[in-house]
């Protein structure tokens, strides 16, 4: 059974930075699609960034302030998140699955991020 684990969220100001963290533990870090999702407050759940396949993409809204990386000897995916907006304000989840599509079978619990004005 894969678990995901999220750390790093937090409080911070417009224009400061975070880096969220994701965990895996139960499976080996084989997983061809990681990726970060996000859902606002009364908003539906939307992808931010991802890596499928060893290529890495994100949403035009955070293109050149969000980085997602993954480092698989340590079963762990980030998202670098620079330059931080209030409307980037979400709970952030990681996602993983073995195919090649998105979202993957795999969820974290959720990590709150919030950006102040």
């Known amino acids: 059974q894969v678990q995901l684990v999220e750390s790093g969220g937090g409080l911070v100001q417009a224009g400061g930075s975070l880096r969220l963290s994701c965990a895996a533990s139960g499976s080996t870090f084989n997983f061809n699609a990681v990726a970060w999702y996000r859902q606002a407050p009364g908003k539906q759940r939307e992808l931010v960034a991802s890596i499928i396949g060893g290529v890495p993409n994100s949403v035009d809204s955070v293109k050149g302030r969000f980085t997602i990386s993954r480092v698989n000897a340590r079963n762990t995916v980030y998202l670098q998140m620079n330059n931080l907006k209030p409307e980037d304000t979400a709970v952030y989840y990681c996602?993983?699955?073995?195919?090649?599509?998105?979202?993957?079978?795999?969820w974290g619990q959720g990590t709150q991020v919030t950006v102040s004005s």
């Open positions: 996602n993983v699955g073995t195919g090649w599509g998105l979202p993957g079978a795999y």
